[in-house]
T-cell receptor, first 110, second 114 residues
Framework: EAQVTQNPRYLITVTGKKLTVTCSQNMNHEYMSWYRQDPGLGLRQIYYSMNVEVTDKGDVPEGYKVSRKEKRNFPLILESPSPNQTSLYFC?????????FGPGTRLTVL | GENVEQHPSTLSVQEGDSAVIKCTYSDSASNYFPWYKQELGKGPQLIIDIRSNVGEKKDQRIAVTLNKTAKHFSLHITETQPEDSAVYFCAASIGSSNTGKLIFGQGTTLQVKP
């Protein structure tokens, strides 16, 4: 089954404790993105990747890192999480324009 | 920067009525406009999309219209059903569609009352 998977689905952590949210797709897509969803703000792009080792900042990249060492994986790294990064995060992949979203990771930073 | 404005933020209709959600975009180079539906606890799913070379597209009860001159596009749902209740997002490509980048509207929470 074609899908985008994210782990973990829920995470509660404390300020400053490094964390990684994994994202994997099995559709051999070139493009992958990370979004955060906040009430009233819709989906805002954090980072995206056009292919292996090619990444670029989205609209809200501050406080986040990404890497794309393999085509199928695109982890999101928060080196020193802060409470304003409490949000719902989505990973997405696409061959060109139609994006397929993962189920989401709800992150709470205390 | 580029942006997409979506209205209304909430919409409540009676079952069987029509629902219309409108979006405007700022990037004149945008040429791909998808609509996503997000059900509770799930990720957004594409329900319909339109490219700049057409003005309207229909898929059963769902239709999308595009006015490139005015830079706005709309989602029309006819004969609404309770299972249409969800959050809907419009989006526009940043530049042409082969950049793989989209900018999303703020979302519309649609409630269909039985």
């Amino acid at each position: 089954e074609a899908q985008v998977t994210q782990n973990p689905r829920y995470l509660i952590t404390v300020t400053g404790k490094k964390l990684t949210v994994t994202c994997s797709q099995n559709m051999n897509h070139e493009y992958m993105s990370w979004y955060r969803q906040d009430p009233g703000l819709g989906l805002r792009q954090i980072y995206y990747s056009m292919n292996v080792e090619v990444t670029d900042k989205g609209d809200v990249p501050e406080g986040y890192k990404v890497s794309r060492k393999e085509k199928r994986n695109f982890p999101l790294i928060l080196e020193s999480p802060s409470p304003n990064q409490t949000s719902l995060y989505f990973c997405a992949s696409s061959a060109l324009d139609t994006q397929y979203f993962g189920p989401g990771t709800r992150l709470t930073v205390l | 920067g580029e942006n997409v404005e979506q209205h209304p933020s909430t919409l409540s209709v009676q079952e069987g009525d029509s629902a219309v959600i409108k979006c405007t975009y700022s990037d004149s180079a945008s040429n791909y406009f998808p609509w996503y539906k997000q059900e509770l606890g799930k990720g957004p799913q594409l329900i319909i999309d339109i490219r700049s070379n057409v003005g309207e597209k229909k898929d059963q009860r769902i239709a999308v219209t595009l006015n490139k001159t005015a830079k706005h596009f709309s989602l029309h749902i006819t004969e609404t059903q309770p299972e249409d209740s969800a959050v809907y997002f419009c989006a526009a490509s940043i530049g042409s569609s082969n950049t793989g980048k989209l900018i999303f509207g703020q979302g519309t929470t649609l409630q269909v009352k039985p």
